[in-house]
Structures are given as C-alpha cells and as structure tokens.
C-alpha cells in the first residue's frame, strides 16, 4: 500500500494496524496472537524506519509490517506446545507483497464487536487492535489503572480467539448493528487524556465506511459529524455547558455540517432507513436553523416518530416530548412526557424545562434541584443547579 502523501509515520501506522492483524488472522493466527505479533512488529517499526528521514521508510509498509509480525507470530508458536498444528494450518511463510485491506479490516471491526465481550471490552478491544491505541492512551481515556485496562484487553482477546477457535462467524451483514453501536460508545465518551475519542469514533467509522457498503454506517459517520460540528460551542470559556438554543452557531463548522448533511442524503436515498439515519436527519434539521427560534420542530418531531418505530426507547421517546413542546406547546409535550416513566433519567430535566415554558415556576425550580441531584456528570449538576439558582432569582429564561 502506498503511503498518503504528507501522511505522518504515526498516523499510517495506526491506519494500517487493523489491516495488518487481519491478515495475519485470515492466514491462521488466532486473534490473541496476532494482535501481539502485530505490536512487536510496530515496535521494530520505531526502532527502524520511524528515527530515520521519511527516505526510510519501506516503499509498501504495510507489506513490511505483515511480514515482520508473521515472522514474529512464527517464532512464537515454534515454541509452543500446537506448533505444528498451527504451521500446518498457517502454512508456509508467503512472499511480502500486496494484500488486500477491506475485508481483513472489516473482519477486524466484527471481532472486536463480538457479542460474547461486555460493551466496555469491546470499546477498550477496538480502540487497541483497529484504532492502533495504546494500553496506556485507553486507560487515560477511561480514567482507569493501565493495569486494569492491559487486563480488560486481555481477557477480551482470549474471549475472541476462543470464539475463533470454535468457528465462530460473526461477520454477518446483520452484526453491523453490534459494530455501530461500539462506535457509538467510543464517540459519546468524548475527549479525556490525550486521546480525543470523538474523532477517533469519527476516523474509525470513516474507515468501516470505506471497507462496507452500509447505509447505516454512513448514517452513524453522518450523525457524528453532525454533533461533532457543534464541539466548539458547547462549552462556555469556564466549562459551563451551552444548551442548545443558547449556542453561537457561527462557532459551528460549516464544513462538517455539510459533509455529514451530503452523506445523509446519499444514505436516504436509498430508502433502508434505520436509527443512525434518522438520527442524523433530525441533527441536520438543527443543524439547518440560523437561530433556535427557526428550527422546523415539527419535521423534528416527524423524525423522532421514525426513531420511535424503528427502536421503541424510553430515552427517544423522551426527547420526542421536548420536540414536542416545542412544536405543540409546553403543555403537550407535558401530555407526551406523562406516558414515561419518571425514573428515566433526565425525566426531571426535561419536566422542569416543559413547566417553565408553561409559567409554572416553582414546580419548574424544584424539578431542576431534583435533577441536578441525580445528575451523572459535574457539568450537567452545575447547569441544572444554576437552572435552579434562576428561576428563584427571578431571572426569565431563553425563550
């Protein structure tokens, strides 16, 4: 393969990491092993060719990086007791040269999201053996011990090579969904440590995208540059959170909006719509408002009944009654809240900013106290306590 122009040895190296570990795999390596052959042939890689003038490095690297793991993932069933079962199935050293990415890559992104692994070994699997992290880089981004993460990933890659070894195929069109929504996990972590999650989720998406021809894979890439647009402005300059309708939209990338609202035309028209679509579709009607006051509420609330039918969530149905107050009127969307159950969380949030809308003040202040106590993060428990504080202050909210 050969190397992006301008592309950084960092860069093309985690790029090619998948690929590499699903070659070795299709030649026979079982998953943990492969993905260890794999680190030490990165490892070879800096000490080698990475210190050096970008004259040095190898014409094909990913040629170069398969047959030094293949070399490696040899030399260590040589001395394991399945030698000769595993050369046998492996067979003989091939001859470098080019191999091919898409379905090795793809066969990747289904192992990583096996249904055998709990969401969070599947998401810490994934950012290690497709997004080419480090053990470390993940721990920081999960605010865990590397020790306790190296074992997460451990024993979710023996979890993998036993599913493999059973003859397990998970690599079905219908297990798309099981890869999408690990994505989706990655991508709602956010930023934390070094590693910006977020795009992460983005990059790897991209590349499952260019390795499968899935609507709703680009219905997730869609829907993640969508919210990604609006990174910028979520944020006040002391971290306070910046609802929507208060955000600056000129702070919105432009170029994002439209690349995410191109690639969710492309997938609608194709009329396979499923949740990440539609999803997407009602992101891209807010991301089409000029000002809060102008977006189309009522397509809105069109698109939360698709979201409705197609996945039938408490939480969708949810945020379907804020659409609904907005295009109906506050006390509607009350109507459409009181068929939920009020231990849903962020059930409170969503009552006090309906009953606000509604004049009802006092119910719409202790609502919010309630919810800034159950709130899951700092930031959220200081917006809705500051929700609290302002409604008693008699300070009139956003309209």
């Not at 609802?243 to 919105?252: F, H, M, S, T, Y």
Request: with cysteine.
């Amino acid at each position: 393969m050969t190397p992006r122009a301008s592309e950084p040895d960092d860069v093309l190296l985690r790029r090619l990491v998948p690929q590499v570990i699903g070659v070795l795999v299709r030649r026979g390596a079982d998953f943990a092993a492969a993905e260890d052959a794999v680190q030490d042939a990165l490892v070879e890689a800096v000490r080698t060719w990475l210190p050096g003038p970008a004259a040095d490095r190898p014409q094909d690297p990913k040629g170069w990086l398969v047959t030094v793991a293949w070399r490696r993932f040899l030399d260590a069933t040589r001395s394991d007791a399945a030698r000769r079962r595993r050369e046998d199935h492996a067979g003989e050293e091939p001859e470098p040269g080019p191999v091919p990415a898409a379905d090795d890559t793809l066969r990747l992104y289904f192992l990583c999201a096996h249904p055998s692994l709990t969401p969070s070994s599947a998401v810490a699997l994934t950012l290690r053996a497709v997004g080419g992290l480090t053990t470390r880089q993940i721990a920081q981004a999960y605010l865990v011990p590397e020790a306790t993460m190296a074992q997460r990933i451990s024993r979710a890659k023996r979890t993998v090579s036993a599913e493999v070894a059973r003859g397990d195929r998970f690599d079905r069109p219908g297990d798309v969904a099981t890869v999408l929504r690990v994505l989706y996990l990655v991508f709602n972590e956010g930023y934390s440590g070094d590693v910006d999650l977020a795009a992460e989720a983005i990059r790897l998406t991209r590349q499952l995208a260019a390795a499968i021809d899935h609507p709703e894979v680009a219905g997730l890439l869609a829907l993640m540059l969508l919210h990604h647009a609006r990174r910028d402005a979520r944020t006040a300059p002391d971290g306070a959170l910046v609802p929507l309708a208060e955000q600056d939209r000129g702070r919105w990338d432009t170029m994002a909006i439209a690349e995410g609202v191109r690639i969710l035309q492309a997938a609608l028209a194709r009329d396979r719509l499923g949740e990440y679509q539609a999803q997407a579709a009602i992101a891209a009607l807010h991301a089409d408002a000029p000002r809060a006051e102008e977006t189309d509420w009522v397509q809105v609330v069109e698109w939360y009944d698709e979201l409705v039918r197609l996945t039938d969530s408490p939480v969708v149905r949810l945020n379907r009654a804020v659409a609904v107050g907005e295009a109906d009127g506050p006390r509607a969307g009350l109507a459409a809240l009181a068929e939920l159950d009020g231990a849903l969380p962020r059930h409170d949030a969503v009552a006090a900013y309906l009953h606000e809308r509604d004049g009802d003040l006092a119910t719409a202040a202790g609502l919010y106290a309630a919810a800034a106590r159950a709130a899951s993060n700092v930031a959220e428990r200081d917006h809705l306590t500051r929700q609290a504080a302002r409604i008693n202050a008699g300070v009139p909210g956003r309209r």
